[in-house]
């Protein structure tokens, strides 16, 4: 198993323009997750789905915010338009169903700047 | 809201060194799980704990349930044990909202 597949590793982007984060779940999980990661404010949930389905999205910091999961392997994060404080690593997870008592794993991360 | 404190928040042991990490929780604990993130930025998965104890390897962890805790016990530190330890739990109520905590930033030193 691949696990959660992520890209890009790496994003450089100016404030204004539009940026796209992927995620690849491994494959069978039912949920999906989107963290950020500030040293600021540690680790925050942003949105999940089920079965590509958004369940709780108060996550989401604002409207310049959108995720969507158009199919069980693929979901992308889109800030538009970005800001320097939207600089972080954001993360990607996926699960089982929790009633089968199913760990959480993680992709690697995607590094974003914003200038 | 509900709180998540980690302690203590930074260790710094000698190799083969024995360690406990603690983790409280204000609410009741349901799903808990273990994290450790590598200087590299990565996040694993250590243990799915919500109850009980589980060993791998030279880790283990307890989580008692009825009292809002979990311990992290690592044993013979190595260096690459180094990195930041996280435990998590979701919000009740039947949701996926997990809360991690502050961490604990571990260092072993050669």
């Known amino acids: 198993d691949a696990g959660v597949i992520q890209s890009p590793r790496h994003e450089v982007t100016e404030m204004g323009q539009e940026v796209t984060l992927r995620c690849k779940p491994i494959?069978?999980?039912?949920?999906l997750f989107w963290y950020r990661q500030t040293m600021m404010r540690g680790l925050e949930l942003l949105i999940y789905f089920n079965n590509n389905v958004p369940i709780d999205d108060s996550g989401m910091p604002e409207d310049r915010f959108s995720a969507k999961m158009p199919n069980a392997s693929f979901s992308t994060l889109k800030i538009q338009p970005s800001e320097p404080r939207d600089s972080a690593v954001y993360f990607c997870a996926s699960s089982f169903d929790w009633q089968d008592h199913s760990p959480l794993h993680f992709g690697n991360g995607t590094r974003l700047t914003v200038t | 809201g509900i709180q998540v404190e980690q302690s203590p928040p930074d260790l710094i042991l000698q190799e083969g060194a024995n360690s406990t990490l603690r983790c409280n929780f204000s609410d009741s604990v349901n799903n808990l799980q273990w994290f450790h993130q590598n200087p590299w930025g990565q996040l694993i998965n250590l243990f799915y704990i919500p109850s009980g104890t589980k060993q791998n390897g030279r880790l283990s962890a307890t989580t008692v349930a009825t009292e809002r805790y979990s311990l992290l016990y690592i044993s013979s530190s190595q260096t690459t044990d180094s990195g930041v330890y996280f435990c998590a739990d979701p919000v009740p109520s039947g949701t996926y909202k997990y809360i991690f905590g502050t961490g604990t930033r571990l260092k072993v030193l050669a």
């Open positions: 494959s069978g999980h039912d949920y």
